[in-house]
């Protein structure tokens, strides 16, 4: 850290940047003290070193913002920084350092890139507790940065993968959680059981919350933005253990916020001007009664079906289907959610026109036959399939896809 702070102090040439300098100067004069380590918290030797960190961070310069990142770095890698502590908020490490880089959406490119960098390597300090209200914190700056960013192709992937990174280490943290449960107790009843490990799934529950009222409020938004939630929900949903059925939390947010915003965006019969029946070709006396009656509500659930393509991007679209497979296998066994999920499914592979399901099924297709999702069988995944679509919503072609899977 000493070393990087000088290369700072030397480069922060000029009156301009003289309040750098004179951080570093102070920075520096601490870490050199004798007794630094035994008689300084850990929460004042980080403020020291990073507010000339976040002065050269801010000063918009690339050569002392490269210094700044690369000391955030160091810091996070040397225990005198990173030690067990029991401070207030602000003086966590996580939130000291979430102040430092507060600026990054309106840092150049490649800078924010690092700073995404150095935002998952927090994560991976051997003292961070890594929690709801922990993730959602970085994710805040994540995604800020993201909305102001989005056309630039390397921060976009940056962002989504320290999202995903980070969501998925935290659900599968409860995951390994409740297996090692299962394991250590076999006969127990299959309930979360300890304080600590339903407060984690409380976690990742409120997490995912938090992700579907985004979601919601981005039906109406760019589809960069949509897809960015999407994906960070199927981080969480693609960790998590089919015994996640069991919390009441986490099946009332699927049913009440995750499927009707995924219906939505996958199409609004409502709203839709081309919508047209299933049953409109049966006979000429339908055909009649159908004309007096615009829409699709004399023909009951599941009888709709547009004429137009679809307007979701791919990316969109594929995501949504890999979100209603994972959804199949976390709660396709509950009866309680088999309207929502057939209404979902109905969205999926009949409500397009059929030209426009080939993507929708081969998905499908590859979940079931290869078993893409992680510890369940191709067989278990059909049978959860089978489960949700054992309705009079679905007609003849849907069974014919199933069955050739």
């Known amino acids: ?150 056309h630039q192709r390397s921060i976009n992937t940056a962002v989504r993968a320290t999202l995903s990174q980070m969501l998925s280490d935290l659900t599968l943290q409860l995951r390994q959680r409740q297996e090692n449960t299962i394991i250590e107790n076999p006969d127990a009843p299959p309930e979360f059981g300890s304080q600590g490990l339903e407060a984690l799934c409380d976690d990742v529950v409120s997490v995912l919350a938090v992700l579907c009222e985004k979601l919601q409020a981005s039906i109406n938004d760019s589809q960069q933005l949509q897809l960015l939630y999407l994906e960070c929900i199927l981080s969480v949903l693609s960790s998590s253990s089919s015994s996640m059925h069991l919390h009441r939390g986490f099946t009332d947010l699927i049913w009440k916020s995750l499927c009707p915003a995924l219906i939505v965006i996958l199409g609004n019969p409502i709203h839709d001007k081309t919508i047209t029946s299933a049953h409109s070709s049966s006979t000429g006396t339908n055909m009649e009664s159908d004309s007096a009656s615009p829409g699709v509500s004399d023909h009951g659930r599941g009888s709709g079906c547009s004429c137009t393509a679809p307007t979701l991007s791919g990316p969109v679209a594929r995501t949504i289907y890999y979100l209603a497979a994972e959804l199949v296998r976390l709660v396709g066994s509950l009866d309680s959610m088999k309207p929502v999920l057939q209404s979902l499914y109905h969205r999926v592979l009949l409500y ?54």
């Open 352 to 405: 397009p026109p059929p030209q426009h399901r080939v993507e929708a099924i081969k998905i499908m297709k590859e979940v079931g036959r290869y078993g893409r999702m992680p510890r369940v069988c191709p067989q278990e995944f059909l049978c959860s399939v089978l489960h949700v679509l054992t309705s009079k919503l679905f007609v003849i072609p849907c069974w014919s896809i199933i069955a050739t899977m």
């Open 1 to 150: 850290m000493e070393e990087i702070l000088r290369k700072l102090q030397r480069d922060a040439s000029g009156s301009k940047y003289k309040a750098i300098k004179e951080s570093c100067t102070w920075a520096l004069e601490t870490l050199g003290g004798l007794d630094t380590i035994v008689k300084i918290p850990p929460h004042l030797l980080r403020e020291k070193c990073l507010l000339p960190l976040q002065l050269a961070l801010e000063s918009k310069n690339v050569k002392l913002a490269q210094h700044a990142l690369a000391g955030m770095q160091k810091l996070l890698s040397e225990e005198r920084f990173v030690s067990m502590e029991t401070d207030s908020d602000e003086k966590q490490l996580l939130n000291q350092i979430l102040n430092a880089v507060k600026v990054t959406p309106s840092l150049n490119e490649d800078l924010q890139v690092e700073v995404m960098k150095v935002l998952l390597c927090i994560t991976y300090t051997p003292t961070f507790d890594l929690n709801g209200s922990a993730v959602l914190k970085i994710a805040e700056v994540c995604i800020e940065t993201y909305t102001g960013s989005c």
